[in-house]
């Protein structure tokens, strides 16, 4: 019994060491204006070994490297869009969770439009088509049939 107290006593002992071997960065901001900026662009870029992990989540050390390249270029006094050009120049558009509407992403943009369009139009030929077979009315020979089957299954 007495070694499990101590072992417990040992692991409560190693906590505080093992925070801070995980690494919890503290970064001194200037205003709060500042620290949310770099919250919001931390949040928005995308860890590119983490594959859906954002930079401020990700431990791995590319994540690292981007939080402080944010960093220091938030305290350089650079806007959010020449942060975002720059991630995007150093490590590409995978960076980005929404990627920029160009050329070539203009496909990733419009493919989902043009679905809900295609799908749309299909549902109305579908409808119109629908209602026509459903509107015509019988000829005379398709009744005669239809008076024919009716009398036949009256009299059985």
């Known amino acids: 019994m007495a070694r499990l107290i101590r072992g417990l ?4 002992l190693l ?5 801070q071997a995980a690494g ?3 970064r001194p901001f200037d205003d709060p204006v500042t620290e949310q900026r770099y919250q919001d662009l ?3 870029l995308r860890c590119p070994k983490c594959e859906n992990q954002a930079i401020g989540d990700s431990d791995s050390p590319i ?4 939080r402080d390249r944010v960093y220091a270029q938030l305290q350089d006094g650079r806007s959010d869009k020449e942060i975002l050009d720059f991630m995007v120049r150093r490590f590409g558009d995978y960076v980005l969770y929404n990627p920029r509407l160009e050329g070539r992403t203009l496909l990733l943009w419009g493919l989902p439009a043009a679905l809900v369009l295609l799908g749309a139009v299909v549902v109305v030929l ?9 509107a015509r009315a019988l000829s005379a020979e398709e009744r005669d049939r239809l008076d024919a089957l009716i009398n036949r299954e009256r009299n059985e």
């Open 24 to 26: 919890i960065e503290v």
């Open 9 to 12: 006593l040992a692991a409560l």
């Open 63 to 66: 994540a690292g490297d981007m």
């Open 42 to 44: 931390t949040a928005s």
């Open 15 to 19: 906590l505080p060491l093992l925070a």
């Open 126 to 134: 579908m409808v119109r088509a629908r209602r026509r077979t459903s």
